[in-house]
């Protein structure tokens, strides 16, 4: 089949969130699997320096934007066997460094779309399927829905929600710069709204786990969506994220300390946590040391250590490592602790793939207690890492992480359900208990490395779906 994906941001090129790991994994695995693959992003100015300066110019043309011609620059690169396209304009992407939160994100993603179907007629319409991915690309089906042109309707739309809490909303001042018409299918609550256009317009929604695409059709995770979710629940699927185990690898990840594997793991962890430690000048290497990579929003549930964490620390059971950020006001949390506990709490705040990767490598427990979670990557690597996740169990978290049951002794890290500070203060106190029960602990560790989450599985539900749409 030909597969065009669409998204905002994928690895290698640029990154912000596991969005760009699933755009930098999926498509190579669809192509390993026999089909020709294509990937459309924005030309941002975050891209990678190396890879412009890869880009050929392949096409220029123009689109509508409000009552004039915008230039679109297609410009591409062969990469792993796929085609990379990047949409290139000066004013919306080239001289932009954030991916979004900018004053005319509405009209800039609406740009994008433009330029995809654009580019789409540059391909001759010679296409199956389109895959797109959150709000970004959520007008596109729109697009093609009310358009006269024909060709555009024998393609087949797959809409992939990673986060429902994002939805590109939008003033209704918006709508001359969309040039589409307006209708009832992009209005949610007297606003535009791209998820929803996504969701409502496109043959096939997915989402990026079983229990999340459950969960969304209720208010609590639905974010106002839930209805119309329930509505459509029959091509609705929630399809497990996988990750790249040649990229996420301890036994070659050439960012840290000591590579390791199954068979070596007790003193390839134990010389990358003296590593950690003094990456940020801590001491105690008996102490556990739970490790936290992640965007700081509300959405990470990290409000629930408040309170909680303080006495731990207070009597020095557990050392906190955070690499991470967002939220200003979380960061101010995080650095109160570090003044109250220098010798016990570490702190990064920016985006560093390389302390990630050492935090992944050199923790005992990784820290996830999150309000919802789509899918989550980052328990699906420490559990590759031998670093036991510490989740609540929601979304993704619930369908990768078995909790640990001390009865029976098993599972792969641990877990809680409610979202409330006392449970994730009894997991904390759990996991300190399996921490010094060193057998159970080990085997738990053994069990979350041998656990399999790559693409594999999932690639062929996609290819699965793909064909039930029509696709060859
Ligand atoms: P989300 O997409 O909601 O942020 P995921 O768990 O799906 O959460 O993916 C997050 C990805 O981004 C993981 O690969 C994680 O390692 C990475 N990441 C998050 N924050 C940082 C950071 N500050 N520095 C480096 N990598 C980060
Ligand atoms: C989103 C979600 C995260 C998911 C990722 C990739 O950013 O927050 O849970 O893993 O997308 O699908």
Redesign the pocket.
Known sequence: MKILFIGSEATPFV????????LGSLPKAMEKRGHEITLILPKNKAIKEKYQEKLILEHTTKVPIAKKKEFVGIESMRHEGMTIYFIDNEYYFGYRPNLYGDYDDGERYGYFSHAVIALIKHLNYDVDILHLHDWQTGLIPYIMKVSKEKRLRHIHTVFTI??IAYQGIFDKQLMPYLSVPFSEEIEYDGMINFLKSGIVTADYVTT?SPAYAEEIQYAYFGYGMEGILKDRKDTLKGIM?G?NYED?NSKTDPLIHKNYHLHNYLKGKEANKQALLKMFHLENETLPVFGI???L?E??GFTLLKGIIEPLLKAKKLQLIV???GDKDLQHYFESLRRAYPELVGL??????K???NI?AGADFFL?PSRF?????????ALKYGTLPVVRQTG?LKDSVEPYNKFTNSGTGLGFLNFSSEDLARTLDAALALFNNKRNFNQVRRRGMQEDFSWEASAKIYEELYQSLGGE
């Open positions: 990154k912000t969130g596991g969005l760009a790991d699933v990673h986060n990026v994220n990750i996420f990579v992640s965007r929003t959405q990470k690499l991470g950020s990064y705040f920016g985006y560093s793939e302390i990630a990767r992944y996830m979670e789509p899918c989550g990557l980052s328990q699906l690597i993704g």
